[in-house]
Nanobody
Framework: QVTLVESGGGLVQAGGSTRLSCAASGGTFRDYAVTWFRQAPGKEREFVAAIWRWNYGSTDYADAVKGRFTISRDNARKTVSLQMNSLKPEDTAVYYC?????????????????WGQGTQVAVSS
């Protein structure tokens, strides 16, 4: 069974950048498509970005982050990264990486089988 651990984030000024990492251990990482979700206080967890099993595989982004965030993966290092640029206060949330096996990218919470513990990103105006 693959386990996921997020790192990165912290406090960033609006317009700035940060990079989140999701490190996998155990199991076969390339069996999993990986999705980043986020959850702001008082709101539901929402889809941010997803990547298919391969390096340079298919990706998808929420409209709110398209053009600002980039998801990538390195299967040799068992990591998925989320580069976040042009950050806005509304990007403030706890960010989670999650994985699913089977076909297709996961865009909803219920589709994901494994989850990390989350990492906080706070964007100050």
């Amino acid at each position: 069974q693959v386990t996921l651990v997020e790192s990165g984030g912290g406090l960033v000024q609006a317009g700035g950048s940060t990079r989140l990492s999701c490190a996998a251990s155990g199991g076969t990482f390339r069996d999993y498509a990986v999705t980043w979700f986020r959850q702001a206080p008082g709101k539901e967890r929402e889809f941010v970005a997803a990547i298919w099993r391969w390096n340079y595989g298919s990706t998808d982004y929420a409209d709110a982050v398209k053009g600002r965030f980039t998801i990538s993966r390195d299967n040799a290092r068992k990591t998925v990264s989320l580069q976040m640029n042009s950050l806005k206060p509304e990007d403030t949330a706890v960010y989670y990486c999650a994985g699913r096996t089977g076909s297709g990218l996961a865009r909803s919470v219920g589709e994901c089988k494994i989850w990390g513990q989350g990492t906080q990103v706070a964007v100050s105006s």
